[in-house]
């Protein structure tokens, strides 16, 4: 089972930048698939970025297109995603996760998670 650990999250002001980290125990396997969810209270995870290890397959939802970004580290085995353009709405409790197979935006098709990193934007 894989142990997946996030950092990165903080107090940024609105238009502001994060770049959020996942660091995975352990070498991913070519099957495997990153992704980034986020949770604010009340309401259900919602998929933010996805991609295969083997770099392709990326997806973004919508409402961040063109500000966030997705990536991995193969050499430290490490997911990013580096955030600008920061707003309010991006306020949540932000988690990577992991499946065998393409990235899908189901939190249910995910079968390892990390603990979260709360992301705060101030307006």
């Known amino acids: 089972q894989r142990q997946l650990a996030e950092s990165g999250g903080g107090l940024v002001q609105a238009g502001g930048s994060l770049r959020l980290s996942c660091a995975i125990s352990?070498?991913?396997?070519?099957?495997?698939?990153m992704g980034w969810f986020r949770q604010s209270p009340g309401k259900g995870r919602e998929f933010v970025a996805g991609?295969?290890?083997?770099?392709?397959?990326?997806k973004y939802v919508d409402s961040v297109k063109g500000r966030f970004t997705i990536s991995r580290d193969t050499a430290d085995n490490t997911l990013h995603l580096q955030m600008n353009s920061l707003k309010p709405e991006d306020m949540a409790v932000y988690y990577c996760?992991?499946?065998?197979?393409?990235?899908?935006?189901?939190?249910?098709?995910?079968?390892?998670w990390g603990q979260g990193t709360q992301v705060t934007v101030s307006s």
């Open positions: 991609m295969r290890w083997t770099g392709g397959g990326i």
């Open positions: 996760a992991l499946r065998v197979g393409a990235p899908t935006t189901s939190a249910s098709d995910y079968t390892a």
């Open positions: 352990g070498r991913p396997f070519s099957s495997y698939a």
